[in-house]
């Protein structure tokens, strides 16, 4: 071979050393992005499960605020009813006393009347 053409196949040589070095770069390069993938798709459906779990609990805890503050409301409307029982009663005492010392007076005055 002459020189210029020994020249030329180590030129060509080299280039093909440097394209299968770079193939093979590609290759690595494909490989670990294959892997991040994989892992960037094990990551995501990790958070939508912990995301359905986290929606889940705050479902059950909206379930448990409405029936807690169901129960309060009902306990509030039994004390305003006592409250409301207790007042009837209080002005049903307060009347059946006026309505009693209210006779009681009069008949006092009558026994006064009949003795003057």
Known sequence: LSNEN???LMNVQEYLKALRQ?????GNRMNTLESNTVA?????????NNTNRVTSR??????MTTS????VTKS????ANCIGQA????NHLQKMVHDRY???TEFSDRKIVQYE
Do not use: F, G, P, W
């Not at 807690?68 to 129960?71: H, K, L, P, Q, T």
């Open 87 to 90: 007042k009837n009663e209080r």
């Open 68 to 71: 807690r503050e169901e129960e």
């Open 102 to 104: 209210a006779s009681s």
């Open 22 to 26: 770079t193939d093979q770069s590609y």
């Open 58 to 63: 705050l479902s059950n805890l909206e379930t």
């Open 76 to 79: 509030l409307q039994e004390v």
């Open 40 to 48: 960037a798709m094990e990551c995501i459906k990790s958070l939508q």
């Open 6 to 8: 020994h020249s030329s």
